[in-house]
């Protein structure tokens, strides 16, 4: 069965940072991109960042840029993880936030991943 398990959510107040992570099962993680998306309260689900299978290349929101950092834990692939560096937090950046596999980095979007977690819940203080 397919799973992708998010962890690293929380409150922290603006300025902050935190590290999110997200645990792959094995054949998602070796065949697939990987990214994230948010839903903030009361709007839709936006895309954030991908990253394609090898690593070496990414695609971030504009908003998002220089303040968020993905990688993918390709040295040790038994890890399985993703991870979401979150710097400079501010309270529009409160969503839950979701991880996301397919095939290719460009369907790492709203209407066309694959595969979801369940999110896990960032919330910025002001």
């Known amino acids: 069965q397919v799973q992708l398990v998010e962890s690293g959510g929380g409150l922290v107040q603006a300025g902050g940072s935190l590290r999110l992570s997200c645990a792959g099962t094995g054949r998602i993680f070796s065949s697939y991109a990987m990214g994230w998306i948010r839903q903030a309260p009361g709007k839709e689900r936006e895309f954030v960042v991908a990253i394609n299978l090898s690593g070496d290349n990414t695609y971030y929101l504009d908003s998002v840029k220089g303040r968020f950092t993905i990688s993918r834990d390709n040295a040790d692939n038994a890890k399985n993880t993703v991870y979401l560096q979150i710097n400079s937090l501010n309270p529009e950046d409160t969503a839950v936030y979701y991880c996301?596999?397919?095939?290719?980095?460009?369907?790492?979007?709203?209407?066309?991943?694959?595969?979801w977690g369940q999110g896990t819940q960032v919330t910025v203080s002001s």
């Open positions: 996301a596999a397919a095939i290719t980095m460009n369907r790492i979007s709203v209407s066309s991943a694959d595969y």
